[in-house]
């Protein structure tokens, strides 16, 4: 249970809480906030009733966490995170999504990657994507350029103005990759390689979880925890697509509901990749803004300055004259769509 103390609660009725709850068995975390100081308590509910510990002086509330995260749930955190970078970009609640975008890999070709970066940048695009390190499938596959690759990710960055993401795969990058990203991607595999969740958790760089091949979204949602539950709560969730029983026409299916039965669950920023999430071009367009009407914090699609010969996931990915002319509809489709979601809740006010 969750326990949220008055704002003029003393430290003495603070400790009585505590001292409670931790002599009959409970796990506390005690969070100083601004405002009011919240105490996690995990245990057996039983033996102190929430109804208990709502009678002690200087108790404000206690609620009862239905769902096993804690700290990614709503019931904990009624409003949405929001993640801001330093340059005013802003990820979560009422800001307008944003857009992610770039090669799968970042290739040998830094003129290429370059490219693919201005036209990202001229789309009004915030984020440049690119791996360095891949997960494949195949091991005669391409693996990604590894350190190199972040190099080229970061000047591209730099010169066209745009945060970079790239996923990591083993914790003992994190250093060197820290000095590369502004944003960490954990992949579909490794959703559930909790020691990699954990490194990231132990760091303040933002992350990007993209929901695993087969996770259900309480799994999902629990790997965010894990992140969480080291102190990095800069947790960005990303549908991109689960395994079902028919790939016959896309790669994967994508879990449009599963973005509002998230935003119903937890506070955390979700955006949505339809690149990985249906494999093919064709369905980038309507995916991302299906993405965008369910309430998807953001895009992340692939574009490549030649997917024809690209190392990895040419098939999906957009070549430059296609993801402008796709970007600039997305783009009036959420303008749009972020104008009358801000009438909306002007009105509801
Ligand atoms: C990627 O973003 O290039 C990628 C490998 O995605 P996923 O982990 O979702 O398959
Ligand atoms: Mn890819």
């Not at 326990?3 to 001292?19: F, G, H, L, P």
């Not at 709850?21 to 308590?41: P, Q, S, Y």
């Not at 949405?80 to 970042?106: L, Q, R, W, Y």
């Amino acid at each position: 249970m969750i326990i949220i103390m008055e704002r003029n609660a003393t430290k003495v009725q603070i400790q009585r809480v505590i001292d409670l709850l931790k002599d009959n068995g409970f796990e506390v975390r005690c969070n100083v906030g601004n405002i009011h100081t919240v105490i996690d308590a995990i245990g057996d509910k039983t033996t102190v009733t929430p109804g208990r510990i709502a009678a002690l002086d200087g108790v404000k509330e206690v609620k009862v966490i239905r769902e096993p995260f804690r700290l990614a749930s709503r019931d904990r955190k009624p409003e949405d995170t929001v993640i801001e970078f330093p340059n005013g970009v802003k990820i979560g609640g009422n800001n307008k999504p944003v857009a992610m975008v770039g090669p799968c890999s970042v290739e040998n070709d830094y003129a290429g990657l370059l490219r693919v970066a201005v036209a990202a940048k001229e789309m009004g695009c915030e984020f440049l994507r690119g791996g360095a390190f891949k997960p494949r499938t195949s091991p005669y596959d391409f693996q990604g350029y590894g350190e190199k690759a972040l190099r080229y990710l970061k000047r591209a960055g730099e010169e066209t103005g745009l945060l970079t993401v790239s996923e990591i795969m083993d914790a003992s990058d994190l250093p060197m990759m820290l000095d590369y990203v502004d944003v960490l991607q954990i992949g579909a595999r490794n959703v559930q390689n909790f020691k990699l969740l954990q490194a990231v958790g132990r760091c303040s760089k933002p992350v990007i979880l993209k929901r695993g091949l087969a996770s259900t979204i309480r799994e999902f949602l629990l790997a965010a925890e894990h992140i969480m539950y080291q102190g990095n709560s800069k947790v960005i969730l990303c549908e991109r697509g689960i395994r079902s029983f028919d790939s016959a026409f896309t790669r994967n299916v994508m879990d449009i509901a599963s973005i509002p039965v998230i935003k119903k669950y937890s506070h955390l920023p979700i955006i949505v990749d339809p690149s990985h999430g249906t494999g093919q071009r064709y369905l980038i367009e309507p995916m991302a803004k299906a993405g965008l009407v369910v309430g998807a914090d953001g895009v992340m699609i692939e574009v490549h300055h030649d997917p024809e010969n690209a190392l990895s996931d040419g098939k999906q990915s957009l070549s430059i004259p296609m993801f402008k002319d796709i970007m600039a509809r997305i783009n009036t489709f959420n303008n749009r769509l972020h104008y009358e979601k801000t009438c909306l809740s002007a009105n509801v006010k």
